[in-house]
């Protein structure tokens, strides 16, 4: 696929400083555990704003192995996976862009950029597989299979405690895998998380979306009040390069994080291809030009077959009368860059390679979207605090490895200062 015209990436990326981001396994350390009194004398000064690199500072490869093995912050560990990630960050700017470029290890021996697949049993089509914490994955009932990812949390000074905690502002108790998991019944009986927002969990959000500092997930402010929050940019971007359901057409999702995670507006590079009454495709591969029409569990991870369905690459509609075997598998998940459109189709550059078990990405964000009402503008000069998380080997939620914040300039300062092209 071509690079579109408005991206100049540096000429030689080996003239742009490379550094080393350490990423570990922050387990069930919540928003709520690091200012509890189970945080051994530091709850206080979390309260109070403290930095956590002011205590923790090169102690990441330490606390992820103490972590992941599992204990009071991991009370359902996953055997083998590591404790720390190193992140190497190269980041340059121009006028219009600012370049990024990421390299890391993955624990898998391929890529993992399969997600949502269903599987034809001789008879109907259903799910197949999931991530390593499902627990018909960790009974070996199913395979693992998720996709990797790499995301990205910035902040323009909005929210001021960000630049101290970064991340653990929008990791909270209540949330999908973590203590005190809220229920779908009483998600879906909340105004506004089940009724107005029609979710069914809960996900990321911001302190100051909620009435009080230490409220829980379901003490929302009146929406009202939320919007203005918005209006105001006291939200935080979050972008996510996603394996399966971004990388294939070159994109990366676009959303932000206020009393949800919530995706921008417009469509973003990633649809269902199920339908729900039917529980069967909506699209299968077009053999005249793939070769086939379906894959097969034995074909996850060959480089000679299709792992993604592109609306306008390789996609025909679902034929129920094709000739259906036992062991088909086509993607639960239907792509397409074409159909990208408005802020969520802001990252329309973010491209991943996966060769000898690292992924090489190379991601260009316009600096100005044009879409401050749920991007944070970037500018010229402009220093801005970053979270980074990876998603390695067939996990989703928690079980991810996660930055403390660092600053990233445009320009000159902070952790990582984009180097200026021309
Ligand atoms: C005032 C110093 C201080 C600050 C600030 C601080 N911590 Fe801690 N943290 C500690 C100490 C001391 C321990 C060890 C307590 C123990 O062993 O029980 C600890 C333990 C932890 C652990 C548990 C490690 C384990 O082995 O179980 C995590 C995770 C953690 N901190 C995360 C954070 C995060 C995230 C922040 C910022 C939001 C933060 N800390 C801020 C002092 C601090």
Redesign the pocket.
Known sequence: MPMPAWSAPPADWAKVPVHTVKLFY?GQ?SYDW?RSPA????DK??KAG???M???EGEEDE?GK??VKGG??EPTPIAGKVGSIDLKVQAAHDAKNLYLRFEWKTQMDRAGQMHDYMLYDGEKWAFVGGPRSKDKVRTGAEPPLYEDRLAIMIDDGKIPLFKH?GC?LSCHNGMRDMPDEATKAQVQAHALLGGALKQTDVRKYLPNTRTAEMAGWDKTKPAEEIAKLKAAGEFVDLMQWRGARSNPVGMADDGYVLEYRLFDAGKGPFSWNVDRKTMTPKFMFDASKVGLKAITMDDIGSAAKPHAIIREENAVAYDPKAGWKKGDVLPGRILSRADASGSAADNADAWGTWKDGTWTLLWTRKLDTGHPEDDKILKAGGVYTVGFAVHDDNVTTRFHHVSFPLTLSVGAGGTIPAVTVP
């Open positions: 922050p350390a690091v945080h051994r004398r530091a000064r979390v403290e930095p956590c002011s205590c923790h606390l103490t972590i009071r912050l905690q653990w």
